[in-house]
C-alpha cells in the first residue's frame, strides 16, 4: 500500500507539494495560536504594569501589611520579626515571582522629646526599617556601632527632613518621655544624619524624607524598649515588592485567586496589582477573541485551499478509483487509501508547520504596523509544547478535508463514473437556494444592528467588556456572501454576453463561452477562492492601515507637538504674613531652551501655560474645571502642529485674531454652544491659586471672544470619567486659549510647561541628554515618538497588525498557488482537447484567444470583483471594526485609510501570477505537437 | 482516376533517448484515389497512425513527399495546413474526442463554424444528425450518449462541413464489433452522399471488406494492397 501511495504522490509530485503547502501553512497558523496568545497576553500583562507604575508612579507589584503588635503577647522583638517573615514566606509560596526587594519597618510611637537646645516638645516615633544601613548615606556623623553610649543614652539617626524640620544637629541629645511611662525618662543622642542613598530603590517605596517624626535606632535598641515597654504597642510595616516580570499571563487567574483569599482572611494586607490583575483578565478576554476573529479567515482559506487542490488530485485519479472499485476494491478500503495518504502528508506537514509556526509568530510579534517589519524585542513569544497540539488539531482538520471529498467519488465504478454528466448547466446548492443572497442579507442586517449601536459597543469596550466576536465575523461573512454573489451575478453576465453573441461568435469564442458557461459552477470554487483572497487582502490592508493611521494621528493630535515637558527647578514661595499665604514661583533659566534651538535640535520652543482647573463664566452662569492655554501665538503657531481639516478655517487665523489683541481669547466650540456666545462676546477666565489646599479665586480675566475652534493642539474634546460603579460617562472639556503675557500679567506667573518641536533628524534623547548636561531635572516628560511607538506595542494593536500581515501574506500565497493550479491543472487535463482544436485546423492564435477570453471571465472577472467587495466591506465595515480598537470619542473621528502601495501590491501579485500563468499556458501550447496530443487522449 | 492523396518515399523515424534511431516508416508509396474508402490495416505500432498523421499534415515526414488534392504538403506553410485542415479534411478519431463541454449538436456546430460553413447552418446539422440517426437526442451533452452515439455524432462532425477528404483513425477501436461494423457502413454511406474521399485505420480484420482498397502495413512498410471491386 505504502509502495502504491508513494507512486502516487510521485506521479503528482507538484499537486502534492502544493497541498503539503497547504497542509504546513494551515499548521503554522494554528501553532502559531497559543505561541502569539501566550506573548500576547504577556505583553498585555507587562505593559498593565508598567502602565500602573507611569500613571501611579509607584512600584506596581507590591503586597503590603500593616499591623500594630502588643509587646506583651511577645516574648521578644525576634518573634515579631519571625511573624513578619512568616507572612512574607508565605505570600511568596504562592506567588512564584522573586521579590525585588522588601522593607519591614517597626515603630514605637507616642514618644515625647525634649533636645538639650531646645525647649519645644516635639512628638516622635523611634524604630527602624530592617536592613536600611545598605539602602542609606550619611550626611554627617557616624553610623552607631553600639546600641547606647556609656551613661546609657541611645544612639539615633535622623534624616534630612528631621533636621531640617526640627534644626536638630549630630551630637544633640533628646529626652524622651514615652506616652505610657510618663515618669521615665529616656535620652538618645543623634549619632548622624542620613539620606537614601538612591532615589530609584524601590525599598524607598516611602521616601525616607517622608519619615519627618522619626529617630532611627539600631535593632538591638528595639530590644531594648520592647523588654522596658510591655504595655505599648509596635506598628509594623512590610512591603514586599515582586518582580512582575517573572508573572506569567498564564498565573494571572490563580495568582489573583490567591490574592483576594488573602485579602478576605487578613484585613492588614494591601495588594496594589489586585486590580491590574483583574483588568487583565478582561483586556485578555478582548484580545483572544480578536486573536480568534482574525485567524478564523485565514484558516478558512486555507482549508478552501487543500479542498481545493485535493479534489483536484482527486479529479485526475477519479478514473483510477473508479478501476480499483471496478476491480473489487471496497470503498472503504479506497477511503482507507486516501486516509494514509493524507495522514502522511500531515505527518511531514506538522513539523515543518510547526516550525514556519514558530517564524511566523515571531515575525508577527515583530511587525511595527501593517507589512512593516522591525527588530523589536519579541522575547516575550516562546515556543509552547501546545505548539504541537494545536498543529495536531489543524492536521486532523486538514485530513478530514482531504478525504471527505474522496467519500463521494469511492462509490463510483467506472460505468457509473464515465455516465457522470459533469457539463451540465445545474446550479450549485447554494446558487439554488438563494443561500448567497440570504447570507448577504444577516450580514448587512447585523451590520445595521451593530452600526445603530455603535455607541454602546464603544462605551461597552472601555469598560473592559470582552469583544463580541460576531462584529468582526460578521465582516468575514459579509465579504463571503458577497463574494458569492458578485459570482453569481458574473454567471448572469456571462451567460447574457454568450446568448448575445452567440450567433455570429467566431469558433473560438464560441468554444471558449460554452467551456466557460459549462465549467462555471465546477471553476466556481476556484472564483469564489479568488473572490474571497481579494476581498479579504485588500479588506486586511485597509483595516489594518486605519487603525494604524487613526491611533497615530489622534496620539500625535492629543500632544501636539513632538515634545510637552516641564523643568524640576520650579521654586513655589510661600508666605504667610497676617493670616494670609502669598505666594510666587521662581522661574527658572529658559537660556537652555533658547540653546535647544540654537544647537540645531528643537526646530521651536515654546512656553504654554497649561491649567486645567479654570472657572469660566459669562453673566450667571459658571463652568468648572475648564481647560486654559496660556500661549505666545507667533512661537505656538510654529512648535505646534494640528491635522488640516478638523477645523472651518486653518487654526492660524485663528491664532492672528489671539495675536492682534491682548484680551482676546479662543474657545472651543463646545465651550461656545454650552455658554451661547460667539465670536465677539466676552467671557471670564478665573484661575486659582497654585497652594494646593487653597481654593483662593486669582483675579477674574475678561476676554473677547476672537474664535471658535473645534480643534486645537493638545485639546480633546472628550474625557471618560468612571462612576464609583465602574460606568463610564463622556464628558466634554472646555478649552479657552490666552494670551501668555494676558495670563501672566493678570493671574502672576505660575509653573508652565515647554512644547517643543524637534529639528528634522533631531530626536528625544538628543533633548533629554543636552538638558542632563545642563543639570536640568525633567517632569512629566511626553513625546510624540515614544507615544506613537508605545501605542503600536500595545497588545491589541500587535496583535491585529501581525495577523492582519501574516493574513494578508497567505492570501497572496494561496491564491497565487491555488490559481497556478487551477490553470495548469485545467490545461493539461484539456491537451487532447487542444490537439482535436489544431488538428480540425484551428489557428494556434484562436487558441490563445480562446484562453485568453477563460481567463478574463474564469480569473480576471473574479479578480476584479474581489477588488469591488473587498472596497465595499472596507467602506461598510472598516470604521465600525476601528471602533473596537479606538473606543473613546475623540476630535478625529475615525476615518478610513486606503494605501494606495497596498493595492498596488496586492495586484501586482495576482497580475504576475496571471501573467505567469500565461506564460506556462503558452509554453505548453507552443511546445504542443498536435499528433503526440492526440495520441496522448488515446492513451 | 484521379488521385486525391499520394505519398512518395515517405520514410519517418524517431531518435531515441539512447540516441538510436527507430525508423517508423520506411519507403511508403501508396495512392489514394477519390471517393474511395482506403483502409489502412495493421497491428498496432506497425506505423499506420503515423502515415495517416502524415498524409492530413498533422506530422511531418522525415523524408518523402504527400501531394494532397494535388498540392505538395512540402511546399506549404503552416497555415496554409490549418486552412486545407480546416476546409478539406474531416477528422474522425480512436477516441471519439468530442468536445466534453458541448452538446452534440454544438459539437457539430463548432465544426461548421471552423469551416467557416456559409449555408444555414441549424439546417445542416438537422440534416447530418438526421443521417446519422441522432436526431432526437442531438441536444445531448457527449458523455450522456454511448460509445456508438458518441461515433456517430464525430462522423457527423465530420462530414458536416463537406470536406473533401475524411480521415478516421481507428475510429471503431472502442466499439465492439456490431457497433463498430455499423458506423463504418454508416460512415460508408455518407461519404459517398457527400462524395468525399475517406482514409482509415483499422486493425479490426472484419472491416476490411468495405474498403475500396486496403493497405496493409507491417514495420512500417506497405506489406499488401489489395482492392476490392
Known amino acids: 500500500m505504502f509502495q502504491f501511495i508513494r507512486r502516487k504522490i510521485k506521479n503528482k509530485r507538484w499537486l502534492n507539494l502544493c497541498l503539503l503547502v497547504g497542509i504546513v501553512l494551515l499548521v503554522a497558523v494554528f501553532a502559531c495560536h497559543p505561541m502569539f496568545e501566550r506573548g500576547a497576553a504577556n505583553q498585555l500583562l507587562q505593559t498593565a504594569f508598567e502602565n500602573y507604575a507611569l500613571e501611579r508612579e509607584e512600584f506596581p507589584a507590591v503586597i503590603a501589611r500593616e499591623e500594630s503588635y502588643q509587646v506583651e503577647e511577645y516574648k521578644n522583638m525576634q518573634e515579631i520579626y519571625n511573624r513578619m517573615d512568616a507572612y512574607e514566606n508565605k505570600w511568596q509560596e504562592y506567588i512564584e515571582a522573586e521579590e525585588v526587594s522588601s522593607n519591614q519597618s517597626v515603630m514605637f510611637s507616642g514618644f515625647t522629646a525634649i533636645s538639650a537646645f531646645q525647649s519645644n516638645k516635639r512628638f516622635f516615633t523611634v524604630g527602624c526599617i530592617r536592613d536600611m544601613q545598605e539602602h542609606i548615606e550619611l550626611v554627617d556623623g557616624s553610623m552607631p556601632t553600639e546600641a547606647q553610649t556609656e551613661d546609657g543614652a541611645f544612639y539615633c539617626l535622623i534624616s534630612e527632613a528631621v533636621m531640617d524640620e526640627y534644626g536638630l544637629v549630630t551630637g544633640e541629645e533628646l529626652s524622651m518621655t514615652y506616652s505610657l511611662y510618663k515618669d521615665e525618662e529616656l535620652r538618645f543622642v543623634i549619632a548622624g544624619v542620613i539620606r537614601q542613598s538612591s532615589y530609584s530603590d524601590n525599598y524607598w517605596s516611602e521616601p525616607l524624607a517622608e519619615y519627618k517624626k522619626t529617630v532611627f535606632v539600631p535593632e538591638e535598641t528595639l530590644d531594648i524598649l520592647f523588654e522596658h515597654s510591655p504595655k505599648a504597642s509596635v506598628a509594623c510595616n512590610q512591603q514586599l515588592f515582586l518582580n512582575y516580570t517573572q508573572i506569567d499571563c498564564s498565573q494571572a487567574a490563580v495568582y489573583r485567586d490567591y490574592l483576594e483569599q488573602f485579602i478576605k482572611a487578613d484585613g492588614a494586607l494591601t495588594i496594589n496589582f489586585l486590580e491590574t490583575l483583574k483588568s487583565f483578565q478582561q483586556q485578555q478576554k478582548s484580545a483572544r477573541v480578536v486573536l480568534f476573529v482574525l485567524e478564523l479567515p485565514c484558516i478558512v482559506l486555507l482549508l478552501l485551499f487543500i479542498y481545493m487542490v485535493s479534489s483536484q488530485i482527486l479529479a485526475l485519479e477519479e478514473g483510477e478509483i473508479a478501476v480499483l472499485r471496478s476491480r473489487g476494491v471496497t470503498r472503504k478500503q479506497v477511503m482507507n487509501l486516501y486516509l494514509l495518504q493524507s495522514v502522511l502528508l500531515s505527518a511531514a506537514g506538522i513539523f515543518l508547520g510547526v516550525l514556519l509556526g514558530y517564524v511566523m509568530c515571531r515575525c508577527a510579534a515583530g511587525t511595527d504596523g501593517f507589512l512593516k517589519f522591525s527588530a523589536k524585542d519579541v522575547s516575550l513569544y516562546q515556543f509552547t509544547w501546545k505548539m504541537f497540539l494545536y498543529g495536531g488539531i489543524a492536521c486532523v482538520i486538514a485530513i478530514l478535508f482531504m478525504t471527505l471529498p474522496v467519500f463521494g467519488r469511492a462509490k463510483l465504478t467506472i460505468v457509473e463514473q464515465k455516465g457522470l454528466n459533469r457539463y451540465s448547466n445545474k446550479k450549485p446548492f447554494w446558487q439554488k437556494g438563494f443561500l448567497d443572497v440570504l447570507l448577504l442579507g444577516v450580514s448587512v442586517y447585523l451590520f445595521y444592528n451593530y452600526n445603530k449601536q455603535s455607541d454602546q459597543i464603544a462605551l461597552r469596550i472601555i469598560e473592559g467588556a470582552s469583544i463580541d466576536p460576531m462584529i468582526f465575523l460578521n465582516a468575514s461573512l459579509f465579504l463571503f456572501s458577497c463574494g458569492l454573489v458578485v459570482l453569481r451575478l458574473t454567471g448572469y453576465l456571462i451567460a447574457a454576453v454568450d446568448r448575445i453573441g452567440k450567433k455570429r461568435w467566431k469558433p473560438a469564442a464560441y468554444a471558449s463561452f460554452l467551456q466557460i458557461r459549462r465549467t462555471f459552477h465546477r471553476q466556481g470554487f476556484l472564483s469564489v477562492f479568488l473572490i474571497m483572497t481579494i476581498s479579504s487582502g485588500l479588506f486586511d490592508a485597509n483595516m489594518a492601515r486605519t487603525m494604524n493611521e487613526n491611533n497615530e494621528q489622534r496620539v500625535l493630535y492629543d500632544i501636539g507637538t513632538d515634545i510637552r515637558m516641564t523643568d524640576d527647578r520650579w521654586w513655589l514661595q510661600i508666605v504667610k504674613s497676617q493670616g494670609q499665604y502669598y505666594w510666587s514661583y521662581d522661574e527658572p533659566d529658559y537660556e537652555p531652551y533658547m540653546e535647544l534651538e540654537k544647537e540645531g535640535i528643537c526646530e521651536k520652543v515654546t512656553k504654554v501655560i497649561e491649567d486645567h482647573k479654570v472657572d469660566i463664566s459669562v453673566k450667571n452662569t459658571t463652568l468648572r474645571d475648564c481647560e486654559l492655554l496660556g500661549i505666545h501665538t507667533k512661537e505656538f503657531g510654529e512648535t505646534a502642529s494640528l491635522l488640516e481639516g478638523l477645523n472651518d478655517e486653518h487654526w492660524f487665523n485663528a491664532l492672528n485674531q489671539l495675536a492682534q489683541n491682548a484680551d482676546a481669547v479662543i474657545i472651543s466650540r463646545n465651550l461656545s454652544e454650552e455658554l451661547g456666545v460667539s465670536v465677539g462676546d466676552s467671557i471670564g477666565y478665573t484661575r486659582y491659586s497654585p497652594i494646593k489646599s487653597d481654593e483662593i479665586a486669582l483675579d477674574k480675566v475678561t476676554g473677547k471672544i476672537c474664535a471658535v475652534v473645534d480643534a486645537f493642539p493638545g485639546y480633546n474634546r472628550y474625557q471618560y470619567v468612571q462612576d464609583e460603579e465602574g460606568n463610564y460617562t463622556v464628558q466634554e472639556n472646555r478649552l479657552v486659549v490666552a494670551n501668555y503675557a494676558t495670563v501672566v500679567s493678570r493671574c502672576g506667573l505660575t509653573q508652565y510647561t515647554l512644547w517643543m518641536k524637534l529639528n528634522k533628524g533631531a530626536s528625544d534623547e538628543q533633548v533629554t541628554e543636552y538638558l542632563k548636561e545642563q543639570n536640568i531635572g525633567i517632569n512629566d516628560f511626553k513625546s510624540a515618538a515614544d507615544m506613537v511607538s508605545e501605542s503600536r506595542s500595545s497588545a491589541m494593536i500587535q496583535i491585529t497588525n501581525g495577523m492582519f500581515t501574516m493574513s494578508f501574506l497567505i492570501s497572496l500565497l494561496v491564491c497565487s498557488a491555488g490559481f497556478l493550479i487551477y490553470w495548469i491543472m485545467s490545461m493539461k487535463n484539456r491537451e487532447l482537447l487542444f490537439g482535436i482544436y489544431r488538428a480540425m485546423g484551428m489557428p494556434i492564435r484562436d487558441i490563445y484567444g480562446m484562453l485568453l477570453n477563460e481567463q478574463f471571465f474564469g480569473s480576471m472577472l473574479p479578480i476584479l470583483a474581489g477588488g469591488g467587495v473587498g472596497a465595499l466591506g472596507t467602506i461598510l465595515f472598516v470604521k465600525l471594526l476601528a471602533l473596537v480598537y479606538l473606543p473613546k470619542k475623540h476630535n478625529i473621528a475615525i476615518r478610513i485609510f486606503i494605501y494606495e502601495g497596498d493595492i498596488w501590491k496586492l495586484f501586482a501579485v495576482v497580475f504576475a501570477v496571471v501573467a505567469l500563468c500565461l506564460f506556462v499556458i503558452w509554453k505548453l501550447l507552443s511546445k504542443m505537437r498536435i499528433a503526440e496530443a492526440l495520441k496522448l487522449g488515446e492513451d | ?229
Do not use: W
Request: hydrophobic fraction near 40%; aromatic fraction near 6%.
Open chain 2, 1 to 229: 482516376m484521379e488521385m486525391a492523396i499520394r505519398t512518395e518515399h515517405l520514410r519517418k523515424s524517431f531518435v531515441l533517448g539512447n540516441k538510436s534511431t527507430i525508423e517508423v516508416l520506411k519507403d511508403v508509396n501508396i495512392e489514394i484515389s477519390r471517393g474511395s474508402l482506403t483502409i489502412l490495416k495493421g497491428r498496432s505500432g506497425s506505423g499506420k497512425t503515423t502515415l495517416l498523421n502524415m498524409m492530413c499534415s498533422l506530422d511531418e515526414p522525415t523524408e518523402g513527399r504527400v501531394e494532397f488534392l494535388g498540392k505538395d504538403f512540402g511546399g506549404l506553410s503552416a497555415r496554409e495546413k490549418e486552412k486545407l485542415r480546416r476546409y478539406k479534411i474531416g477528422f474522425v478519431f480512436q477516441s471519439v474526442a468530442l468536445v466534453p463541454v458541448m452538446s452534440a449538436y454544438e459539437n457539430v456546430d463548432f465544426a461548421l463554424r471552423l469551416a467557416g460553413y456559409e449555408g444555414d447552418r441549424n439546417k445542416r446539422i438537422t440534416e447530418v444528425m438526421d443521417r446519422v440517426g441522432l436526431r432526437a437526442r442531438m441536444n445531448h451533452m457527449a458523455n450522456q450518449l454511448s460509445g456508438g452515439e458518441q461515433q456517430r455524432v464525430a462522423i457527423a462532425r465530420a462530414v458536416a462541413h463537406r470536406p473533401e477528404v475524411i480521415f478516421a483513425d481507428e475510429p471503431t477501436g472502442a466499439l465492439d464489433t456490431a457497433a463498430g461494423l455499423a458506423v463504418v457502413e454508416l460512415f460508408k454511406e455518407i461519404a459517398k452522399q457527400e462524395g468525399a474521399t475517406i482514409v482509415m485505420t483499422t486493425h479490426d480484420p472484419n472491416l476490411m471488406e468495405l474498403g475500396d482498397e486496403v493497405y496493409e502495413i507491417a514495420d512500417g512498410e506497405i506489406v499488401g494492397h489489395i482492392r476490392n471491386h
